[in-house]
């Protein structure tokens, strides 16, 4: 059984948008601690965007401040990341990720989903 299970990639032109979302499958989810990363064609897994377990902290990676935005919604038990004004180069993988200790100022995480794919045309 997947615990982290992300959805809502795709393909889209330069400058449009996509929302990815990250169900979590668990019986607690208030306290967790969530990430998104991506890998990109021939690069590693990168960090993109953080949110400890109350979501008042965010943190971004350069590349996404100011175009994505991290949430995470606890009634439903999902995490969600807004892209905007997407670029070729955010073409890629994009995983969730979840801390479910919720240690704060900790960037290391217990569970991976298995990825979405992004597209990003020119």
């Known amino acids: 059984q997947e615990l982290l299970n992300e959805s809502g990639g795709g393909v889209v032109r330069a400058g449009g948008s996509l929302k990815l979302s990250c169900a979590v499958s668990?019986?607690?989810?208030?306290?967790?601690?969530m990430g998104w990363f991506r890998q990109t064609p021939g690069k590693e897994r990168e960090f993109v965007a953080h949110?400890?377990?109350?979501?008042?902290?965010?943190n971004y990676a350069e590349f996404a401040q100011g175009r994505f935005t991290i949430s995470k919604d606890n009634a439903n038990k999902r995490a969600y990341l807004q892209m905007t004004s997407l670029k070729p180069e955010d073409t890629g993988v994009y995983y969730c990720?979840?801390?479910?200790?919720?240690?704060?100022?900790?960037?290391?995480?217990?569970?991976w989903g298995q990825g979405t794919q992004v597209t990003v045309s020119s």
């Open positions: 949110m400890d377990w109350s979501g008042t902290v965010m």
């Open positions: 668990a019986r607690t989810f208030r306290t967790w601690s």
């Open positions: 990720a979840a801390d479910p200790r919720g240690r704060v100022g900790v960037y290391e995480y217990d569970y």
